[in-house]
């Protein structure tokens, strides 16, 4: 395996996008957790409805740029993730926000229900901590340093359920 983003290794290989800056705080574990596991981001606004030239325009030149996968992040509506999909073959993930009166429904439906031949890889309804994980695997395949980082996440995540299992037990008297 290669280094990805070897070449340039402070320059955003990530782009963390979100329909509004009010999505910030469900999109705050998503950018902790880039930030964990080393990964260069940035982060923008930029919506569908309100900027749809913007939307375009940074879909189009997104790959040239260096980066490698997109989290795009909107509520309602939710169709940010769909249409920088339309414009581009890096992967996409989408992350449906709970902003609206129907408390993310719609945006789970909108981001995940795509038609064949441009799929947005959907996370649960504010699920940002997920795409940023998704994010690091796809990363993963080509970056040994990342895959190892994330094996020792994954492991981790084992002890810290082991460990919960054997604390239950015990508080039931069971042990
Ligand atoms: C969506 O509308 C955004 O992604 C956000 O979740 C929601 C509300 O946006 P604001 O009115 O707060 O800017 O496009």
Same mark, same amino acid.
């Given at each position: ?12 290989? *990530? /782009?963390?996008?979100? +329909?509004?800056? /009010? ?26 409805? =309100?900027?749809?030239?913007? &939307?375009?325009?940074?879909?189009? @030149? ?6 490698? *996968?997109?989290? &795009? $992040? ?7 993730? +769909?249409?920088? #999909? ?5 992967? *996409? ?6 902003? /609206? @009166? ?7 439906? @909108? ?5 064949? +031949? ?6 649960? *309804?504010?699920?940002?901590?997920? $795409?940023?994980?998704? &994010?690091?695997?796809?990363? &993963?395949?080509? !970056?040994?340093?990342?895959? !190892?980082?994330? %094996? $020792?996440?994954? $492991? =981790?995540? #084992? !002890?810290?359920? #082991? ?5 239950? %037990?015990?508080?039931? +008297?069971?042990?």
């Amino acid at each position: 395996m290669t280094d990805a983003g070897a070449s340039k290794p402070n320059a955003p290989i *990530v /782009s963390v996008l979100m +329909g509004s800056d /009010s999505d910030l705080p469900k999109m705050k574990d998503c950018l902790d957790t880039l930030a964990e596991f080393g990964i260069a981001f940035e982060v923008d606004v930029i919506s569908a409805h =309100r900027t749809p030239g913007r &939307a375009h325009d940074f879909a189009t @030149a997104a790959e040239q740029r260096g980066i490698r *996968v997109i989290i &795009a $992040a909107a509520g309602g509506a939710a169709h940010l993730a +769909g249409v920088l #999909a339309s414009l581009t073959t890096l992967p *996409v993930i989408g992350v449906p926000i709970s902003s /609206s @009166a129907l408390h993310g429904l719609d945006a789970l439906y @909108a981001t995940v229900q795509m038609p064949p +031949g441009v799929p947005v890889a959907t996370v649960g *309804v504010d699920a940002s901590k997920n $795409a940023a994980i998704l &994010a690091a695997q796809i990363l &993963a395949t080509a !970056d040994s340093n990342l895959h !190892d980082r994330l %094996k $020792a996440y994954k $492991a =981790r995540m #084992a !002890d810290a359920v #082991a460990e919960k299992s054997q604390k239950l %037990k015990r508080n039931l +008297g069971l042990q």
